[in-house]
């Protein structure tokens, strides 16, 4: 790619230096983040797996899983997250390593976890369906939605966004 990069005719020759760094740290950084990667992909693969096949189920008026608005993680695995970006500010070696990819696979299912309290703000408040699809799309095709999504997720662990409200006698 770096050859292919360099070797066209618009392509100043003043940033192939920066361009080599970059293809080289690429290099270097792709191997390490491989397996978080693949644990992302998988996960997504089951999501839309189960998605998918809970839509199908429920036409049949079979259920196999609950719906995804009340999809929730156990809340032991924010502290495998903290202890995970710890291990990233440790010395180089296994342990950074280690961490971006624990960091990676929860941010995953964090991501999905605030998706899930997502739609169920979208069921509490009656959002009509075009507009909560142009908001997933939205959502999902630029990157800060989808970190908020992460955040959102983790946040939902310690104050609860699906809780039911209670009807206090007035």
Known sequence: AFDAYSKAPDFPAKSKPELRAVFTRMRHMVPKVFPGALVISAVFTIWLNMLLINSLLKRSQIQAWEEFQFWRLPDFLVWLLIGAILLLFGPSGFLPVLGINIVLALSALYFFQGLAVVTSLFGRWSI??????????VITIQAYGIVLLAILGVADTWISFRKPKLNQPG
């Open 128 to 137: 009509p369906r075009p507009i909560k699809f142009l908001i997933f799309f």
